[in-house]
């Protein structure tokens, strides 16, 4: 089974970059026809994609996030990255990385634990 888990810091900086990693094990980021997001949830609210990474390494973003938020990979790492800037205290919550198997597959079937990031100065 894949396994997912997500890595970096806890605290940000406003105005700074969060920059988070997604290591996979189980499987690989390449593998047709998977789809690999990045979702958070603020405290009290509900759950927001932010944007994934596919197999081929086409990138997809949501449009309220998109002109802060960068995806990218690591194949050799098997390895996916989220990197959003220009953070503010908004952007606190819990941090997903989560496999989607699109159309065509279960949807979001496989999530990381989640990992707290807090935006403070």
């Known amino acids: 089974q894949v396994q997912l888990q997500e890595s970096g810091p806890g605290l940000v900086k406003p105005s700074q970059t969060l920059s988070l990693t997604c290591t996979v094990s189980?499987?690989?980021?390449?593998?047709?026809?998977?789809?690999w997001s990045w979702i958070r949830q603020p405290p009290g609210k509900g759950m927001e994609w932010i944007g994934a990474?596919?197999?081929?390494?086409?990138?997809y973003y949501n449009p309220s996030l998109k002109s802060r938020t960068s995806i990218s990979r690591d194949t050799s790492k098997n390895q996916f990255t989220l990197q959003l800037t220009s953070v503010t205290p908004e952007d606190t919550g819990v941090y997903y990385c989560?496999?989607?198997?699109?159309?065509?597959?279960?949807?979001?079937?496989?999530w990381g634990q989640g990992t707290q990031v807090t935006v403070s100065s």
């Open positions: 989560a496999r989607d198997g699109g159309a065509s597959g279960r949807p979001f079937g496989s």
């Open positions: 189980g499987g690989s980021i390449t593998t047709s026809y998977y789809y």
């Open positions: 990474i596919s197999y081929s390494g086409r990138t």
